[in-house]
């Protein structure tokens, strides 16, 4: 049997456990109807899904490697990311280790449609996040202006007055003092960290330290007397805690720190889970390396070492053009008509709903059964434990019932349309699961396997994409400059 693990989340102190016991009563439903064994859950509270800072979130991530289970069973796409990129590299991460992404109230198969759909609506999920985000900061512009708070977490340092507005908590300014003093000093994260630990203190939340609270601390403004919310465009004044020439000190050295630890970093591998050696098939993975000079270069390899070390940028570009002749308007409309027509598809499935009607229909029997029993004298224990057996799962299955008749869909076809446009505005891991199945590299050219089906049920589409590296067996590249990607007409064909 497969085997599961469940994660759910609520976003804020207005949803409560009651949200969580709801999500997971729907996911281990979903997962008994799938034939699914669930073996664990993961649980974040009062965490928003526009952030992938959530404990329990990435203790998932981090376990899954060795959990050996086939899915995580979500309530909804919105609570694994309201991100797409977010999601597209988790789920690449999942895809890794063979885990596929379910969502229990979103019936999304693993068809080239179901898939298409699937990346169009975490693209409308994170749309309506940045929609609700963008109507609370305009509830919360009036009480900005006026220097009130607007609710939430206070910073440390503050306490809030009488009147809403913000005042000097001295006992917790002096922890804040200390923080940008000790940093503008020379101290490092860790240091302060540890010494603040090691005395006993707290955070406003009245946590231990961490690196987190550090720079939220070390980079608000707050403390030199600007009140502003983020996505906010108005300033109020309140009392300041640190004078402004300690507060640009820290900020320099905070940008010098950043700023290095940028040049160090990272590239997004957009191709990973998608790109595959044309040779053996096995899949590729990106890696870094550094010239003497500092530089850094960023690459795909095959694990059989074939091609030697492909440029990532060439490659990913050459990825990207394709799309671009690909999605033509026409086109575009197509993939919305397909992932508008799969979401119409599943939303008005009756099936679901009927099955759970059947299942009243015999729940209810059974009870009635029970109750003549009790009736005609029969009153014994286990009669009496299941009628209360019965009465909680004809309980569910009307809850479910109720649920399933409610559905109906809520996005339009233009709304589709406008969510592919959003989604290839902007070179994504998301873009790219959206529309490509595969990419098969060759020494030559690369063959990009769309997702989309015709309307006639042919195989789907492919390009044959002229693409040279300069490299061979065991013989890195030469740097990404060298790496000749060439683009001129490609051609695209049946499977």
């Avoid at 019936?107 to 990346?119: A, C, H, L, Q, V």
């Avoid at 609506?121 to 609700?132: I, R, T, V």
């Avoid at 191709?271 to 899949?283: A, D, I, P, T």
Wanted: glycine share 6%.
């Amino acid at each position: 049997m497969k085997q599961a693990i469940i994660y759910a989340r609520y976003s804020s102190e207005r949803q409560t456990e009651q949200s969580i016991e709801g999500q997971l009563r729907t996911c281990y439903e979903f997962a008994e109807r799938e034939g699914i064994t669930v073996t664990g859950e993961y649980i974040d509270r009062a965490i928003s899904g526009t952030t992938d800072h959530r404990p329990q979130f990435q203790r998932m991530i981090a376990d899954c490697k060795h959990l050996g289970i086939d899915y995580v069973i979500v309530y909804k796409l919105d609570r694994f990311a309201r991100n797409r990129y977010d999601s597209a590299v988790y789920k690449a991460k999942l895809k890794q280790h063979g885990i596929r992404l379910l969502s229990a109230m979103e019936k999304i198969t693993d068809s080239p449609e179901g898939i298409i759909m699937e990346g169009l609506l975490e693209a409308m999920n994170e749309y309506y996040s940045a929609e609700l985000s963008q109507k609370i900061r305009r509830g919360m512009r009036e009480n900005v202006i006026k220097g009130k708070t607007t609710g939430g977490n206070v910073a440390l340092g503050y306490r809030v007055g009488v009147d809403k507005r913000l005042e000097i908590n001295e006992d917790q300014a002096a922890i804040v003092r200390k923080i940008f003093g000790m940093y503008a000093s020379g101290r490092t994260f860790a240091e302060i960290i540890r010494e603040l630990n090691n005395s006993g203190l707290k955070t406003s939340r009245g946590n231990a330290y961490n690196k987190n609270s550090i720079s939220r601390i070390l980079s608000n403004e707050r403390y030199i007397g600007r009140y502003t919310v983020r996505g906010v465009d108005e300033v109020a004044e309140c009392p300041q805690i640190i004078s402004e020439e300690l507060f640009n000190t820290v900020k320099k050295k905070l940008s010098a720190a950043q700023t290095k630890r940028r040049h160090r970093n990272t590239h997004d591998y957009l191709l990973s889970g998608v790109l595959h050696c044309g040779e053996c098939g096995e899949r590729m993975s990106g890696t870094s390396g550094t010239s003497k000079q500092g530089k850094s270069y960023f690459y795909y390899h095959c694990p059989g070492k074939h091609f030697g070390r492909i440029s990532a940028p060439a490659l990913e570009d050459a990825v990207l053009n394709t799309i671009d002749n690909y999605l033509q308007s026409d086109k575009m409309k197509t993939v919305a008509k397909v992932a508008f027509e799969e979401y119409r598809r599943q939303m008005l499935d009756t099936s679901e709903l009927t099955a759970v009607q059947n299942e009243l229909k015999s729940v209810g029997k059974k009870l009635q059964n029970a109750i003549n029993a009790v009736l005609s004298g029969i009153n014994s224990e286990t009669i009496k434990n299941t009628i209360e057996t019965l009465e909680t799962q004809k309980s569910d299955l009307l809850a479910r019932e109720a649920m399933l008749r409610g559905r109906v869909p809520k996005f339009t076809l233009e709304m589709f349309e406008t969510a592919v446009k959003n989604l290839t505005a902007t070179p994504t891991a998301a873009l790219i699961d959206t529309v490509i199945s595969r990419i098969d590299l060759y020494e030559k050219y690369i063959v990009v396997y769309f997702r989309l089906f015709d309307v006639d049920g042919n195989d789907p589409e492919r390009a044959e994409v002229p693409f040279e590296c300069k490299g061979s067996d065991n013989v890195p590249c030469a740097p990404p400059a060298q790496c000749l990607c060439r683009l001129p007409r490609w051609r695209l064909f049946r499977a």
